[in-house]
T-cell receptor, first 115, second 112 residues
Framework: GAVVSQHPSWVICKSGTSVKIECRSL??????MFWYRQFPKQSLMLMAT?????????EQGVEKDKFLINHASLTLSTLTVTSAHPEDSSFYIC???????????FGPGTRLTVT | AQRVTQPEKLLSVFKGAPVELKCNYS??????LFWYVQYSRQRLQLLLR??SRESIKGFTADLNKGETSFHLKKPFAQEEDSAMYYC??????????????FGKGTLLTVNP
């Protein structure tokens, strides 16, 4: 149980385009979903926290107009990277927090490459 | 501000040797501490959390509030323990305090 999926697993897009990444909790309802960014050989950096039906809370330094987060249901959150640039290339990881014990379950990540 | 420090980026030991991965934290209040593990080409997964006081895969970690440390230990390392290990903390469980702050990780290599 407690499986989180992400789609796509990797994506290449051109500079200036937008990319949407989905995060789903497959077998549980998630009170909260989190979006992280991980640069090569570095730690996970929390970008934003999203609760179902409300606006996401962004961490300091994260542009909310660039990284749009929608959390429409208890099993789905999406991250849209708008007007992507090469510096947005990174590994994006989501996690979903169980309503039972608040443990975070992580998705496999999405590798974004902006050319 | 909350911070997690893992002083060793790399740690290499031989199979059967004891291993200790260090983690220090700063947090004003009573945090929850976690260890996450990421095996090669796999997702991040929870190894243990201090409130459960469990031993998972032979690993233990004791929260030392005086030294603000949460070191991960295993008496006899196995080759399958080779992975990236992240220490993390959050505020008390529940509500908006539950976001995690990660350390930079320690890559453990267990040699045969």
């Amino acid at each position: 149980g407690a499986v989180v999926s992400q789609h796509p697993s990797w994506v290449i897009c051109k500079s200036g385009t937008s990319v949407k990444i989905e995060c789903r909790s497959l077998d549980f309802q998630a009170t909260t979903m989190f979006w992280y960014r991980q640069f090569p050989k570095q730690s996970l950096m929390l970008m934003a926290t999203s609760n179902e039906g409300s606006k996401a809370t962004y961490e300091q330094g994260v542009e909310k107009d660039k990284f749009l987060i929608n959390h429409a249901s208890l099993t789905l959150s999406t991250l849209t990277v708008t007007s992507a640039h090469p510096e947005d290339s990174s590994f994006y990881i989501c996690s979903a927090s169980s309503r039972v014990n608040y443990e975070q379950y992580f998705g496999p990540g999405t590798r974004l490459t902006v050319t | 501000a909350q911070r997690v420090t893992q002083p060793e980026k790399l740690l290499s030991v031989f199979k059967g040797a004891p291993v200790e991965l260090k983690c220090n934290y700063s947090y004003s209040g009573s945090p929850e501490l976690f260890w996450y593990v990421q095996y090669s080409r796999q997702r991040l997964q929870l190894l243990l959390r201090h409130i459960s006081r469990e031993s998972i895969k032979g690993f233990t970690a004791d929260l030392n509030k005086g030294e603000t440390s949460f070191h991960l230990k295993k008496p006899f390392a196995q080759e399958e323990d080779s992975a990236m290990y992240y220490c993390a903390l959050s505020g008390p469980s529940g509500g908006s305090n539950y976001k995690l702050t990660f350390g930079k990780g320690t890559l453990l290599t267990v040699n045969p």
